[in-house]
């Protein structure tokens, strides 16, 4: 129950039906979602341990309002820990590892369709990621990489990746980050990741401060 609980929270946060600055309210929480307090308190705990919720003295609990700062700190510590993971990725990875990254890419020739939702084309995107992360095989690695997810998540919604100029690069960037991998071309791998998330960055960056613009206006 409390990861249901969990999931439908981080997904209202994800998909704006909880506005950043909304209260929090556990009592309301639990009525709305018909639990007990208990699943909603240890929901709330997690969301602050992903920086999706805040807690202030006498305010209690409301979602995170993610401002520039924080996409930044996000995109230069995703760059740091997916730079290393693709460094030991290349050593350490497994024929499981490149069929998982395999099945992603099939999958993601679905975002070609015009059709495919915004939410969709983001998974896709950080599921690809993760399974690289994973192939790495170094457990504190993935822990730190996994508390920033649902950051990276919230700022790929914002920068609407199921449009057509991420769909056109988000196939051959991912199948060649793939392939340097499965090469063990280390060199070639780093500077594949390296100009992927430079480039995910600027145009994250781009639509992320429209977004704030709009909610300031």
């Known amino acids: 129950m409390a990861h249901d609980v969990l999931e439908t929270l ?16 556990e009592e309301e929480l639990a009525e709305a979602l018909n639990v007990s307090r208990g699943p909603v308190r240890e929901a709330l705990i997690q969301l602050e341990y992903e ?23 996000v995109y230069s510590l995703r760059m740091a820990l997916e730079k290393l993971a693709v460094q030991l990725a290349v050593k350490n990875h497994n024929d499981s590892h490149l069929a998982q990254m395999q099945v992603v890419l099939d999958d993601m020739r679905s975002v070609l369709d015009d059709t495919v939702t915004v939410q969709r084309a983001a998974d896709l995107d950080v599921s690809f990621h993760e399974v690289v992360i994973k192939s790495a095989q170094h457990k504190r690695l993935y822990h730190f990489w996994s508390t920033l997810r649902p950051q990276i998540y919230i700022f790929l919604l914002s920068r609407n990746v199921a449009n057509a100029d991420f769909r056109e690069y988000m196939l051959p960037w991912h199948q060649d980050i793939l392939d340097a991998i499965r090469d063990r071309h280390e060199k070639r791998a780093l500077e594949l990741i390296e100009t992927h998330l430079e480039a995910a960055y600027t145009r994250v960056l781009v639509s992320y401060e429209a977004f704030l613009g709009s909610e300031q206006s």
Do not use: F, H, K, Y
């Open 51 to 73: 920086g999706l919720v805040i807690r202030e003295q006498n305010r209690g609990a409301s979602v995170a309002r993610l401002e520039r700062e924080d996409l930044d700190e």
């Open 10 to 25: 981080r997904q209202a946060i994800w998909n704006r039906q909880l506005q950043p600055g909304i209260r929090l309210r």
